[in-house]
């Protein structure tokens, strides 16, 4: 049973268009989303977090919304830029174990 | 910079053989995991621990083992290799909540 239900799989957004990832959790014991981005060859790496006190939060071109009677939380990147072409990770964790999505592999046209 | 290195970028094994994944941390964080990552399924939590000899069974321990001798190093052991192993194996370190820290990966083919 996957415990976060990340979509869409791929995404195709022309340069400057903002892109949509959302996902899903249903245990409410989670207290910490981030997300991963992930380029070809790499591990993942913390791109922006939130936890569950906050409905949003903004770093630069990246936002998390958080909506916690619905279980659900997107990232949106606005301005998108081809150097934004990866594939992005949500997660939830509770007590350091962390659960994964599928991953959305984001391909931002030039 | 903080680090976490796997060992190995690329291995190809046979099957039936014992494969040994290493991972090292030079964070002195006290949490070590093993995933892997696999199209469409994202990343499954194999093994982890929270601490030097300890060590916990994640999402799909089968077919795997760990070591922790040392806090720095968390090895991942297959045990008799098989194709259905074939995947990207991730390891990552964190202290406390605050996220992880990946290595680059070992793609591991068993042929």
């Known amino acids: 049973q996957q415990q976060v239900k990340q979509s869409p799989q791929s995404l195709i957004v022309q340069k400057g268009g903002i892109s949509i990832i959302n996902c899903a959790y249903e245990n409410t014991a989670f207290d910490y989303f981030p997300w991963y981005q992930q380029f070809p060859g790499k591990g993942p790496a913390l791109l922006i977090a939130?936890?569950?006190?906050?409905s949003e939060k903004k770093e630069g071109r990246f936002t998390i919304s958080f909506n916690k009677s619905a279980k659900q939380f997107s990232l949106h990147i606005m301005d998108s830029q081809p150097g934004d072409s990866a594939t992005y990770f949500c997660a939830a964790s509770n007590f350091n174990k962390f659960y994964f999505g599928s991953g959305t592999k984001l391909n931002v046209k030039p | 910079d903080v680090k976490v290195t796997q060992s190995s970028r690329y291995l190809v094994k046979r099957t039936g053989e014992k494969v040994f994944l290493e991972c090292v941390q030079d964070m002195d964080h006290e949490n070590m995991f093993w995933y892997r990552q696999d199209p469409g399924l994202g990343l499954r939590l194999i093994y982890f621990?929270?601490?030097?000899?300890?060590?916990e069974k994640g999402d799909i321990p089968e077919g795997y083992s760990v070591s922790r001798e040392k806090k720095e190093r968390f090895s991942l052991i297959l045990e008799s290799a098989s194709t259905n192993q074939t995947s990207m194996y991730l390891c990552a370190s964190s202290y406390s909540a605050n996220g992880y820290t990946f290595g680059s990966g070992t793609r591991l083919t068993v042929v």
């Open positions: 939130i936890r569950p006190d906050v």
């Open positions: 621990s929270y601490d030097v000899k300890m060590k």
